[in-house]
């Protein structure tokens, strides 16, 4: 069974960048289907982004889209999320999860999670 550990959150100004990182231990990240969610205080938890266990697979939310990139360093046993042009209302806890099989957006497919990590961007 993979364990996830997430780094990278903080606080930034809208307009800033930061990375999330989502490293596996336990396994090689590389053939699970890894994604990131995002929850707001009194919001349900949203899917973001995702990259398939599948060569060049991913996918994003339409507000993440043009801004938001997921990546993989498979040597790091690694997956990001470089998250760019950051607004207000990306403020939320962010986690990062893994599946076996494709993507899929509902959170209640996922089977191993990190502990989150607070992106808060101020105006």
């Avoid at 903080?10 to 990240?29: D, F, P």
């Avoid at 990131?36 to 973001?48: A, C, I, L, M």
């Amino acid at each position: 069974q993979v364990q996830l550990v997430q780094s990278g959150g903080g606080l930034v100004q809208a307009g800033g960048s930061l990375r999330l990182s989502c490293a596996a231990s336990g396994h090689t990240l590389s053939i699970y289907t890894v994604a990131w969610f995002r929850q707001s205080p009194g919001k349900e938890r949203e899917f973001v982004s995702g990259t398939g266990h599948l060569p060049g697979i991913t996918d994003y939310v339409d507000s993440a889209k043009g801004r938001f990139t997921i990546s993989r360093d498979n040597a790091k046993n690694t997956v990001y999320l470089q998250m760019n042009s950051l607004k207000p209302e990306d403020t939320a806890v962010y986690y990062c999860a893994a599946k076996t099989g494709g993507i899929i957006w509902a959170d209640s497919h996922y089977t191993t999670w990190g502990q989150g990590t607070q992106v808060t961007v101020s105006p």
